[in-house]
């Protein structure tokens, strides 16, 4: 049987998955999954969601990453395979940092795209 390796959807770096899992503490959502997806708005049109949910929806795709929960809604993927969810804290900038190949441009606040 042939078997393709497909890269994952959404990749946490060590960092990030740190920092979501402190996050998950902090906020009493242990056993929670991260909601990662995409809405309208922003400067350049889409922007990064992310927030805590307990169980996905019907059409959500779910996975598990670094040992956390990951839940991906159906009319996000398309715009954020193969993304990286990077965490930074330096006395410059402090926060999550996405490295996405799908994004054509991007502006200054790191959270929109098109």
């Known amino acids: 049987m042939d078997q ?7 990749t ?7 920092k979501i899992k402190a996050m998950m503490e902090k906020e009493g959502k242990t ?18 969601e992310m927030k805590f949910q307990k169980n996905p929806y019907d059409n959500d795709i779910a996975f598990e ?25 330096t006395l410059r900038e402090s926060g999550f940092k996405y490295k996405n190949p799908q994004a054509k441009s991007s502006c200054g606040c790191g959270t929109s795209f098109s």
Request: aromatic share 8%; with cysteine; net charge negative.
């Open 65 to 89: 990453q670094k040992g956390i929960p990951v839940i991906i809604n159906q009319e996000s993927v398309e715009f954020v395979t193969g993304i990286e969810i990077d965490y930074v804290d």
């Open 12 to 18: 946490l770096t060590d960092a990030a998955a740190s």
């Open 4 to 10: 393709q390796i497909q890269k994952p959807i959404v």
């Open 31 to 48: 056993g929670y999954a991260l909601r990662f997806g995409v809405v309208t708005g922003g400067c350049a049109g889409l922007s990064y």
